[in-house]
């Protein structure tokens, strides 16, 4: 057994980040285990780029309300207690609602070759606004 200390909370890049938003790097698997686990905060309004996942990312609200909205499909409130799947290579963009904070847990496999994400363009604010009331 080994007990990590908690690492220093880390800034979202403003390349994958829209507003203020934090993370906490909770598990990252070492060989043969590539599991990735971070508890993301966001800031009313925050919101992360649209993104994919080359295996694919698990998302857990812990706290708040939140938006998720995966390319094509429709924007879904989201709440604490709420569990969202999306599979490999679907583009998705997830975060807080306009007023409301929103914490969740983000889970997802690294990869043996290539990257475990890829990285879009930041999401509108016209695209943000589409939320519901």
């Known amino acids: 057994?080994?007990?990590l200390n908690k690492a220093p909370s880390v800034k979202g890049p403003a390349q994958m980040?829209?507003?203020?938003?934090?993370?906490?790097?909770?598990a990252k698997g070492e060989e043969p285990s590539r599991i990735r686990v971070n508890a993301v905060h966001f800031a009313p309004g925050a919101r992360t780029a649209w993104h994919s996942h080359a295996v694919g990312q698990t998302l857990h609200v812990t706290e708040g309300i939140?938006?998720?909205?995966?390319?094509?499909?429709?924007?879904?409130?989201?709440?604490?207690?709420?569990?969202?799947?999306?599979?490999?290579?679907e583009s998705h963009w997830h975060g807080a609602?306009?007023?409301h904070f929103?914490?969740?847990?983000?889970?997802?496999?690294?990869?043996?070759?290539?990257?475990?994400?890829?990285?879009?363009?930041?999401?509108?604010?016209?695209?943000?606004a589409q939320a519901p009331p």
């Open 97 to 99: 609602a306009p007023e």
């Open 102 to 128: 929103m914490t969740h847990l983000a889970i997802w496999d690294g990869t043996e070759s290539g990257p475990e994400s890829e990285w879009g363009d930041l999401v509108t604010n016209e695209e943000y």
């Open 17 to 26: 980040f829209t507003g203020d938003v934090w993370f906490d790097v909770i």
């Open 66 to 89: 939140g938006l998720v909205h995966a390319r094509g499909g429709e924007l879904v409130v989201i709440r604490p207690g709420d569990t969202i799947w999306t599979p490999p290579g």
């Open 1 to 3: 057994m080994e007990i």
